[in-house]
């Protein structure tokens, strides 16, 4: 059985990334058709029109987890030591929000996989926000289906 023959068993989406370990393990990166600002008591940490939604299913279907180019992130955020490794995206860096003078403001609130494999590629220096910490926003484009 090849690997397509797999993953047409395990889900009906032919747009999936899956796990070569396990195949019930699966990811779809989608664009977000509009506007994300992702805020943090009110303050606008990111504002993007090319943000990537990521729906994840492992040991359980997992909170949409959305990502934005580190361009478009406007908080002033510090790479911390910590990393893990995810068999879907890669080894992902984590950082702190920290204020102008450098005072953590909010530790390990974000992450980025510098890292990827190839089939995840396009989440590669993309910036998530741990989605229970901050607030998310998202404005459709006019006409957008």
């Not at 058709?33 to 279907?61: C, T």
């Not at 860096?93 to 990827?116: C, H, K, M, N």
């Not at 741990?130 to 926003?137: G, H, K, M, Q, T």
Request: glycine share 6%.
């Amino acid at each position: 059985m090849t690997p397509a023959d797999v993953q047409a068993q395990v889900t009906l989406s032919r747009h999936t990334i899956h796990n070569p370990d396990e195949p019930r393990h699966f990811m779809r990166i989608k664009p977000v058709k509009g506007r994300v600002r992702i805020l943090l008591d009110g303050e606008v940490l990111a504002e993007s029109d090319s943000a990537m939604r990521v729906l994840e299913a492992g040991r359980d279907l997992y909170d949409p987890v959305l990502y934005v180019p580190a361009g478009d992130v406007r908080a002033k955020l510090s790479q911390v030591g910590k990393r893990t490794f995810c068999p879907l995206k890669g080894h992902a860096s984590y950082f702190d929000l920290v204020s102008e003078e450098g005072r953590v403001e909010a530790p390990e609130i974000a992450w980025s996989y510098q890292e990827t494999f190839d089939f995840a590629e396009e989440l590669k220096d993309l910036v998530a926000f741990d989605p229970a910490r901050v607030a998310i926003e998202e404005h459709p484009r006019p006409g957008a289906a």
